[in-house]
């Protein structure tokens, strides 16, 4: 709901759980009044405090306690007294100052499209948007604030548009949103890591100065997420306050939190300004990539669960956000390159006989790939080691009774490929410069129209030859000797033009196949954000397949992202990346928190060992809609153990899983309480042969078995009776 005071020239931005108010001030300067718990009217409780403070600069001389520095600004210059982190930096013929004021408003159901960018969305009757025309006199610029208001949903979604006047500006800074809050006694919760440890949640108090994370990558990155929280610091599970911040976007970004002398804070998120530099000529536009943000005083659950349920409903798109996804098996760590035709056969096989869904041919197949120094880029069929091709092999996949899906890694190109030696002015490069390899590849200019439309033609090319129902994008480097094709001072809008051909290729290709299910990679979870995940409702969220490893990453993964986003998988012991040796059954009982897949060699196993896969299968079948489409709750957060529940709708099954790292001599009794249950319903358990009340569940809760092994788990599944 958007209410518009006039009398005041006051913003009420309502949802189910919060308000979100701005002022249009006298003199038109629109400044942020509050964003918290939801209230029905504001009559100005919380003053704007107006103090002579000393070296705060006064706009004019008859006023000394009006400063641009102390005032709770909705979206802030610099250059004209406010010395805090800015969202908007123009530089013009006139100099580098912005005096944006508010000039006028319109409020309407629905949302509009973002110009080549992902963005939420929503029916009419599921969100409305207020647009805020502010204008600067001098060069003309007027910012276009859009917010959308999710009030079921309890989300607010915001951008900026910014459009040049009669002359040429340079953007030297957009963000998506600034955020100004009245005091500074928050910690600040982010998703860092690095490749094979991604997504590891930190919590750090916020102190005197800037908390700030980024990329300058050119993609999200494994160890910095386009995310920010500011949480009290008593937040739990159960209870606190909570504001958080997420970036719709894929590529160079910032986020930080900036306390000021006064004791407020200011957050900022968006499109990282030390690499940017956009040219806008007179009348051209510029559109920031969306801010979701979001409010609860209910803690960290509450705050996962209204995540999850926004991007499943209004992030995610087509068909495969409402359906149940397959379990998989991946040929790469049971065959590397080292593959032939009859031995994807019977791996194929034997995963059929298992009750595996979908079999995935990974990296190999196409050119000359015996390696990852050659091929990228030829997207044609590797006869040698497929002599029926792929449309032959999918056609024995299935006949298995199993789809086929392929993974591909369009992105790239490596030297010794007829792609490159055709074309060598698509790589990346600095013309002067020798060229910066990682794993011995290079990146394709996204940037240029000929080379989006050369990844279109290939990988369809590739998708209409055989039956492929899932592919696998990856992308296994970051950017860098970027190109001197455009006049200098337009150097800088490289990365974000890059990010705008790669969204007009995902957008191309996953329109002109609605069936075929698309999961993102970058080297594991190296771009794990919501701008892939609106194009691709399914992301690997790590290379690091070893299930105690995994704890952490899928963890910190959950506490924003979807469980039906995040593949998971069972891999071969000693785990390839650690060594580690983990049962079978806490491999699959990890595993089973994602979506189920396997990544290991069937063959060299055991009748037991894949009966006992079998049975994995079989279960994750019985429990994947909970999984995939059920609330998740984190009900221990300690080093050595892990407990989580996946609870059904309708409360009538609950998918419990508990997790020991090592044992330890004499260890004390491990008591966990579930939640989410019917506290009034029976709930029977098949593996403990018992029958339990849900609020003895949730009040008195379970004694963990005593085992004193390494790596032990339990799984337990309990259906109303």
């Known amino acids: 709901m958007i209410v518009f005071q006039e009398e005041n020239q006051i913003f009420h931005l309502k949802t189910s759980r919060f308000s979100y108010v701005m002022q249009a001030l006298e003199n038109r300067l629109l400044v ?3 964003f918290g718990k939801r209230v029905e009217r504001f009559s100005e409780s919380h003053q704007i405090i107006y103090q002579d403070r000393a070296f705060s600069p006064n706009p004019t001389s008859k006023d000394r306690t009006f400063s641009l520095d102390t005032l709770p600004l909705e979206y802030s210059s610099n250059g004209l007294g406010d010395f805090r982190t800015s969202a908007i930096e123009v530089r013009s013929d006139f100099g580098t100052l912005l005096d944006l004021k508010y000039q006028k408003h319109r409020i309407f159901q629905g949302k509009k499209v973002l110009d080549g960018l992902p963005a939420s969305f929503g029916d009419e009757e599921d969100v409305e948007t207020l647009e805020i025309d502010l204008y600067d006199e001098v060069t003309g610029v007027i910012v276009t604030l859009s917010y959308s208001v999710f009030e079921e949903a309890n989300y607010l979604a915001r951008s900026a548009k910014i459009k040049a006047g009669k002359h040429q500006v340079h953007l030297e800074k957009a963000l998506s949103l600034t955020l100004d809050f009245p005091h500074k006694d928050f910690d600040v919760h982010t998703l860092t890591g690095r490749y094979g440890y991604e997504k590891e949640w930190t919590r750090t108090p916020l102190t005197q100065g800037k908390y700030s994370i980024g990329s300058i990558r050119g993609a999200s990155s494994h160890s910095r997420t386009p995310f920010m929280a500011l949480t009290s610091p008593d937040v739990t599970e159960d209870d606190g306050e909570i504001y958080a911040a997420q970036l719709v976007y894929s590529g160079n ?26 040219v806008l000529e007179a009348g051209q536009s510029f559109q920031t990539p969306e801010a979701l943000i979001t409010y609860t005083p209910h803690g960290l659950t509450e705050l996962t669960q209204q995540s999850h349920c926004f991007i499943h409903q209004h992030l995610m798109r087509g068909k495969w956000a409402y359906k149940a996804r397959p379990i998989l098996i991946n040929n790469w760590e049971a065959t590397y390159f080292r593959f032939t035709e009859k031995k994807i056969e019977k791996l194929a096989g034997l995963a059929a006989k298992a009750g595996v869904e979908l079999f995935v041919l990974d990296d190999g197949w196409f050119g000359k790939r015996n390696s990852d120094t050659c091929s990228l880029g030829d997207w044609v069929e590797n006869r040698d080691k497929l002599p029926s091709g792929l449309k032959g092999l999918s056609q024995i996949v299935n006949r298995l009774g199993m789809s086929f899906g392929l993974w591909f890694e369009p992105e790239m190109v490596s030297e010794d490929s007829d792609l490159y030696r055709a074309h060598p002015e698509w790589a990346i490069r600095t013309t002067g410069y020798g060229n910066t390899y990682s794993r011995e590849q290079l990146v394709l200019d996204l940037s240029q129209k000929a080379v989006q439309d050369y990844i279109i033609e290939s990988v369809s090319k590739v998708l209409d030859s055989a039956s492929i129902s899932y592919v696998k994008w990856d992308m296994n480097r970051n950017i860098t000797n970027i190109p001197e094709t455009l006049a200098n001072h337009h150097r800088h809008e490289f990365y974000h033009r890059y990010m705008l051909g790669l969204y007009r290729v995902l957008e191309t290709l996953t329109q002109q196949y609605p069936e075929v299910l698309f999961e993102s990679c970058a080297g594991g979870g190296g771009r794990n954000d919501l701008g892939l995940l609106y194009y691709m409702p399914q992301a690997w969220a790590s290379d690091n397949t070893d299930a105690i490893g995994r704890l952490s990453i899928q963890e910190g993964t959950s506490l924003m992202f979807p469980s039906i986003s995040m593949g998971a998988h069972v891999s071969a012991v000693p785990n390839h990346q650690t060594g580690r040796v983990t049962p079978l059954a806490t491999r699959g009982n990890v595993a089973m928190l994602g979506n189920l897949g396997y990544e290991l060699d069937l063959t060299t196993l055991s009748e037991k060992k894949l009966e006992e896969i079998s049975q994995q299968v079989a279960t994750y079948k019985t429990i994947r809609e909970t999984v995939q489409f059920g609330r998740f709750y984190r009900l221990t957060k300690r080093d050595n153990t892990h407990a989580y529940t996946y609870v059904n709708e309708d409360k009538s099954q609950v998918v419990f899983t508990f997790v020991k790292v090592l044992s330890q001599p ?7 309480k579930l939640k989410g249950l019917d506290e009034k319903a029976q709930y029977y358990c098949e593996a403990l042969n018992a029958t339990f009340a849900g609020d003895e569940l949730m009040n008195i809760g379970l004694v963990m078995p005593y085992v004193q092994k390494d790596y032990f788990s339990v799984q337990y ?5």
């Open 717 to 721: 599944v309990f259906n109303k009776i």
């Open 32 to 34: 942020h009044r509050y």
């Open 666 to 672: 004499e260890a004390p009794l491990i008591t966990v």
């Open 253 to 278: 970004f910032t986020a930080f939190a900036e306390t000021t002398a006064l004791q407020t804070t200011r957050l900022g998120i968006g499109i990282d300004d030390t690499k940017f530099n956009w």
